[in-house]
């Protein structure tokens, strides 16, 4: 009896992704993340991957809601922040597929309200434009405008009297990259091309035909008690921000506005994976999806932030890798010398600590979820980083 239950307790240590599928042969070593989360203070983690064959495996730690005796799952809804800037961008690349827009057309006459807004300077003067901004510039992040949490020319403007819909920007189209509001207008531009408003047009052509039920910009009564808990840490531990929206947007932010869950998204990122395709149709053309991974930044531009005194300056997770690439969704690793995730591969974040990795060379997708601030908080961005080691570990175990 005493060796059956050290088989059983082996077993459950080394049972990998729990799969959806039956057959799967991916075996992960759970030990390292159950010791992980163990000794951090995270309040709650959940992370899961998907193998090339289109298995899905979940690991959990801690509760939905902090403080409570259940256990969070792939189901649970969460505040997906900067992951929503792949999900429009997709909805963007369906719009060029389909001739109603395209990658570098002159968006002046379309959204005027958006390419008259002038460039700050270094030296702190407002300025005309001379280039126009394309639907590539907004994509790729080179269209000029930034976070003012990221940028002290920003923080430090004076908004007296400012009567456009954004802050200023930065620079000329195609000159930098900058992370920034970029995808914010891409939703404009989707919606006046479309003639829908953006959660219409999601669920019709993309988190519909994906049955992504849980990804919404406004979450359904029915579904709200899933929403987890969030928060943010200081130095004496976490606080809790209010769980529950109390007012529906009528904005749609295709930048950071959708809540989603990690089994939805997980979806998302195996439909590209397998080049743009699902059960009972094609979200994008494969070829469409190969730009996706590939280098969209002119002039040898990387995804270098510039941080300065005021903005994120305690990033301790080391994201982005600042000799990554960008392409029309995401980042790119592009680091000789990274140990984990193969060079090709697709990653990016979102602000309350959730990542997620896209390898389609290798064949797997990885997310990973925490849901709270400050951004690239160590202990998470290491676990996500654990895990994703692990799971490609796991590929040499077949």
């Given at each position: 009896?005493?060796?059956?239950?050290?088989?059983?307790?082996?077993?459950?240590?080394?049972?990998?992704c729990?799969?959806?599928?039956?057959?799967?042969?991916?075996?992960?070593?759970?030990?390292?993340?159950?010791?992980?989360?163990?000794?951090?203070?995270?309040?709650?983690?959940?992370?899961?991957?998907?193998?090339?064959?289109?298995?899905?495996?979940?690991?959990?730690?801690?509760?939905?809601?902090?403080?409570?005796?259940?256990?969070?799952?792939?189901?649970?809804?969460?505040?997906?922040?900067?992951?929503?800037k792949a999900i429009s961008s997709v909805a963007a690349l369906q719009l060029v597929e389909k001739g109603l827009i395209g990658l570098d057309d002159p968006l002046d006459e379309l959204m005027p309200e958006m390419t008259s807004i002038p460039i700050l300077t270094k030296n702190g003067e407002?300025?005309?434009?001379?280039?126009?901004?394309?639907?590539?510039?907004?994509?790729?992040?080179?269209?000029?405008?930034?976070?003012?949490?990221?940028?002290?020319?920003?923080q430090k403007f004076d908004k007296t009297g400012w009567n456009y819909d954004d802050l200023p920007r930065l620079f000329e189209s195609g000159e930098k990259w900058e992370y920034g509001t970029n995808l914010d207008w891409v939703g404009k531009v989707i919606e006046k091309v479309s003639g829908e408003d953006l959660?219409?047009?999601?669920?019709?052509?993309?988190?519909?035909?994906?049955?992504?039920?849980?990804?919404?910009?406004?979450?359904?009564?029915?579904?709200?008690?899933?929403?987890v808990s969030w928060g943010v840490r200081d130095s004496v531990g976490f606080k809790e921000y209010s769980r529950i929206p109390t007012e529906p947007v009528a904005e749609?932010?295709?930048?950071?506005?959708?809540?989603?869950?990690?089994?939805?998204?997980?979806?998302?990122?195996?439909?590209?994976?397998?080049?743009?395709?699902?059960?009972?149709?094609?979200?994008?053309?494969p070829e469409t999806v190969e730009l996706m991974f590939k280098n969209q930044l002119p002039n040898g531009?990387?995804?270098?932030?510039?941080?300065?005194?005021?903005?994120?300056?305690?990033?301790?997770?080391?994201?982005?890798?600042?000799?990554?690439?960008?392409?029309?969704?995401?980042?790119?690793?592009?680091?000789?010398?990274?140990?984990?995730?193969?060079?090709?591969?697709?990653?990016?974040?979102?602000?309350?600590?959730?990542?997620?990795t896209l390898d389609k060379d290798k064949g797997i997708a990885i997310v990973y979820f925490t849901q709270f601030l400050p951004f690239n908080d160590k202990v998470s961005h290491d676990f996500y980083r654990l895990f994703e080691k692990e799971v490609y570990n796991s590929l040499n175990t077949k």
């Open positions: 009896m005493k060796k059956l239950l050290f088989a059983l307790i082996a077993i459950s240590i080394l049972a990998g729990k799969t959806e599928k039956e057959g799967s042969n991916v075996v992960i070593n759970e030990l390292p993340m159950k010791s992980y989360f163990q000794n951090s203070n995270l309040p709650a983690a959940i992370m899961g991957c998907s193998t090339r064959e289109g298995k899905m495996g979940w690991y959990a730690f801690g509760p939905s809601i902090w403080g409570g005796k259940d256990t969070i799952n792939e189901n649970n809804i969460f505040r997906i922040f900067s992951m929503t407002l300025v005309k434009a001379n280039k126009s901004i394309t639907l590539r510039n907004l994509l790729t992040h080179t269209a000029g405008f930034g976070y003012d949490f990221l940028d002290e020319r920003l959660e219409t047009y999601l669920r019709k052509n993309v988190t519909g035909p994906l049955k992504m039920n849980s990804t919404w910009f406004n979450v359904p009564e029915n579904l709200k008690e899933n929403i749609y932010n295709a930048g950071g506005g959708l809540f989603g869950s990690p089994k939805d998204y997980l979806t998302f990122l195996e439909c590209i994976k397998n080049n743009g395709k699902y059960y009972g149709g094609q979200i994008l053309k531009l990387t995804t270098s932030y510039n941080v300065t005194e005021g903005g994120i300056v305690d990033i301790l997770g080391g994201f982005p890798d600042n000799s990554d690439v960008y392409s029309l969704s995401w980042a790119i690793e592009n680091n000789e010398d990274e140990l984990i995730r193969t060079k090709g591969s697709a990653y990016w974040a979102g602000i309350a600590n959730s990542y997620y």
